[in-house]
């Protein structure tokens, strides 16, 4: 008995100096060495990709954010139709009461969760094809999937082509350009599958109102 | 070109890098874990342990060294989240609290990576690196050693050593996931995937003012999380955070960091049992289920069924734009397949028939490919049964690879396949009477009778049980209940099998082969790879078919 309690302890003292010695290995050593090489590298990219704008940081451009023009009074933000406008967000980040919007909120990533039978969900994507058609002003069957379903993160950088064309209209509208200066902005940062092949078509938002800032100061001449 | 053949061109780029890494990858795995020398840094690390790496270790010895080692690392996980609140660099987050502490640690620990607290709202910088992060390379190391010590048990004869735990969790951390994953991290980095300590800082926006956003270490963490099918991600939204995840090559390249090693295995095991055929049939079986399940998977997505995915117009609710429905539904085959649950879109938004798709392949025993070392003996177990039920059929005594299938392997791997099953719809079933474990369910509103919350908490301890780890996340998963129960099935779920696994080795190890004659089931022919297909599915199918009913073709149906 005393020689299995002797044999068991110097098993554990074992395993604890093979935890510990593994533990400088691979969660101090080679964390440290990618962070310096990553550093060293690439550091904008390590950083978080981030975009200025007249020498100003304006974001990630690999995280999706918002384009509002302050709330209304139930503190639901009112939408900045002079930018172009990112998948509707509604992860429900685990760290909230369920049903809270998380807005690109940078610190609650995550999904809605609704089944694809969920009445809930069925409604919101009605709501959403009802009240982008009415804004844009084309018919629901023209409303691409992404622009009425929130996305896995709930931080989706980017829209998909059909989508940003179809804002372009009210966009140019709502700057004082003509259309076909916008619909040329929007082709011109749409970005196709990599290799031909990888992912699908997309359009990064912040890259592309931080274009449409830059055309809007200028005058429309580009 | 269309979103279709634009999948399908995926599925064949992955398939061929799969097929260009399999020889080099598994003969390299194969020298490593049959190799006499040691490296200098190896040395080092015996010397700290205090073993000696040339013992030969008999079946319990060996599993006393991975229990050993494993409950050293539930307690030092917990004890790390415990004290979270005190230590350095822990970005002003709190202590955890014991359940879901206890449950995180389990989860890390058994290779599942569940996770019931959300990665940017909880776990400061040490947790995540030095905690989390090592679990995922070592947990993944075990996983190998205790498949290498079953390929040993077929190689060997006449002995019941089978090599020594130190050795091979050292050798498959050193020489193989570590300087994998280096490279793996830095090429996600120099795709935008974030590498750094700046913790939780202020970042500008667009319309003015700042947010607040993470830093960290994620690129390194990312690579170890799929390389060694773990899953747990640095972010909560996991693989579809453009930090862990951006673009659609990196979204290619984690899958095929998922699946490389569980495949190259296959060849590492031929080559350690002296024909390299017996991999190839082993390799077939799981192609054939990985592909078909992803052919299914991409079917049902692109043709959105469901009223909601309808509506839309397409099943991009829970999926990223840049990687469309094609590449998420190769990932999510992918994850479901393998023990990593890591997700780039998320599983409760899919097609109720795709949501089924990722239950059943969790239900196989994640064993196409399966978890890195987990994925190749849990084959193993099912090879053993298909030659029993063959010899069955024949009247002949089963035998497998040189070694006689006999009444006490058949028992050991009987107990093998009955584990999960009992856990998963042991606990389902109780959650289902308490009213606690019902009111977590988010999904209650759909169509169908509340079948999506019942397919949430069956897909919750089948994840568990099974060391996947990924959810449909509507589950409120951190209470009392959840957090203890599904760790309990996470521990099980993976120790349990081990101690049947590590069994069968010993007593297939003692054996002296026995001569193949003409009547010899030939295990290395297209005919086996069929029949184990056949016994796998059926398997399956006879357990759990009931609950898949009441849960998801209950919803797809209705």
């Known amino acids: 008995m005393n020689n299995s309690v002797r044999n068991t ?19 101090v050593v080679y964390p440290l060495v990618v962070t310096g090489v990553a550093q060293a590298a690439f550091p904008g990219k390590a950083n978080g990709s981030e975009v200025s704008s007249h020498g100003k940081v304006v974001g990630s451009s690999l995280l999706g954010q918002r384009y509002d023009k302050g709330k209304d009074k139930h503190g639901n933000p009112i939408p900045d139709l002079k930018f172009f406008q990112p998948r509707p967000s509604a992860g429900l980040g685990s760290n909230k009461t369920n049903g809270v919007n998380t807005q690109y909120d940078l610190q609650v990533s995550g999904a809605s969760n609704l089944g694809a ?39 989706d950088p980017d829209i998909s082509p059909e989508y940003a064309q179809l804002q372009t209209g009210r966009v140019a509208k709502e700057n004082h350009l003509p259309a076909n200066t916008v619909e040329k902005l929007v082709k ?3 970005d196709g599958r990599l290799l031909g092949f990888m992912g699908e078509p997309r359009v990064n938002v912040l890259e592309l109102n931080v274009a449409l800032k830059d055309l809007v100061q200028s005058g429309g001449r580009g | 070109m269309s979103p279709v053949l634009a999948g399908v061109l995926q599925l064949i780029a992955l398939t061929a890098a799969l097929a260009l890494a399999y020889r080099p990858l598994g003969d390299y795995m194969a020298a490593v874990y049959s190799s006499p020398k040691h490296l200098r840094i190896e040395k080092v690390i015996y010397r700290c342990i205090g073993a000696n790496a040339d013992t030969q270790m008999r079946w319990p010895a060996y599993l006393r060294g ?19 609140g005190g230590l350095p660099l822990s970005l002003g987050f709190a202590s955890i609290s014991p359940d879901q502490a206890f449950n995180t640690a389990a989860s890390f620990v058994a290779n599942t990576n569940w996770q019931s607290y959300s990665g940017e709202q909880a776990m400061g910088h040490v947790v995540q690196t030095a905690g989390l992060a090592v679990q995922n390379f070592v947990s993944a190391a075990t996983g190998m050693a205790v498949a290498i010590a079953l390929v040993r048990g077929f190689a060997r004869s006449r002995t019941g ?9 050292v050798r498959g951390t050193v020489r193989v996931l570590v300087p994998i994953a280096v490279i793996g991290a830095i090429v996600l980095v120099a795709c935008g995937a974030i590498q750094n300590f700046s913790g939780i800082h202020g970042v500008g926006q667009f319309m003015g003012g700042s947010q607040q956003t993470n830093g960290g270490a994620v690129a390194s963490q990312e690579v170890i999380k799929e390389l060694g099918t773990n899953g747990g991600g640095y972010f909560n939204a996991n693989s579809a955070h453009p930090f862990e995840n951006p673009n659609a090559f990196t979204n290619l390249f984690e899958i095929f960091l998922i699946l490389v090693i569980p495949f190259a295995l296959t060849r590492t095991f031929g080559k350690l049992v002296g024909n390299v055929k017996q991999g190839y049939a082993i390799l077939a079986t799981m192609g054939i289920i990985w592909l078909g399940f992803t052919a299914l998977m991409m079917w049902t997505e692109f043709a959105h069924g469901g009223p909601a995915l309808q509506a839309a117009g397409a099943a991009m609710e829970g999926k990223e734009t840049r990687f469309g429905v094609g590449s998420s539904a190769i990932f999510s085959v992918a994850t479901t397949l393998t023990s990593t649950g890591a997700v780039d879109s998320f599983h409760s938004s899919f097609t109720a028939f795709g949501g089924g798709i990722q239950l059943l392949g969790m239900m196989l025993g994640e064993i196409a490919p399966g978890g890195v070392g987990s994925g190749l003996y849990g084959m193993l177990v099912m090879a053993i049964i298909a030659v029993f039920l063959a010899g069955l059929m024949v009247g002949r005594t089963p035998e497998y690879l040189g070694k006689k299938i006999g009444t006490r392997e058949i028992k050991l791997a009987a107990c093998y396949i009955l584990i999960t099953p009992t856990l998963v719809l042991g606990f389902t079933a109780a959650s289902m009477v308490l009213p606690d474990a019902l009111g977590s369910m988010l999904n209650t509103k759909a169509l169908g009778a509340g079948s999506h919350g019942f397919s949430e908490v069956l897909y919750a301890f089948t994840s568990g049980a099974n060391n996947n780890g990924s959810a449909f996340g509507g589950l409120n998963a951190n209470t009392p209940w959840y957090n203890t129960t599904i760790g309990l099935a996470m521990l099980l779920g993976r120790f349990l099998p081990m101690v049947f696994v590590l069994a069968l080795a010993g007593s297939l190890a003692e054996q002296k082969p026995i001569p193949e004659t003409a009547g010899t089931l030939r295990t290395e022919k297209p005919l086996f790879a069929g029949l184990l297909v056949g016994t796998i599915l059926i398997i399956t199918g006879l357990t759990y078919f009931p609950a898949l009913a009441l849960g998801p073709l209950a919803e797809g149906l209705s």
């Open chain 1, 117 to 155: 039978t969920n009445t809930d969900l069925v409604k919101a994507v009605q709501e959403r094809k009802k009240w982008v058609s009415e804004t844009y002003d084309v018919p629901e069957s023209k409303v691409p999937a992404d622009a009425v379903t929130s996305s896995g993160s709930g931080l």
């Open chain 2, 66 to 84: 991975v229990l050993a080692f494993s409950v050293v690392g539930v307690l030092f996980l917990y004890l790390l989240q415990r004290v979270q």
């Open chain 2, 161 to 169: 050593d089978l090599g020594n735990f130190w050795a091979d969790l």
């Open chain 1, 9 to 27: 302890a110097r098993l554990i003292a074992a395993g604890l100096r093979a935890l510990l010695v593994l533990t400088v290995v691979c969660g």
């Open chain 1, 188 to 190: 011109d940062h749409t």
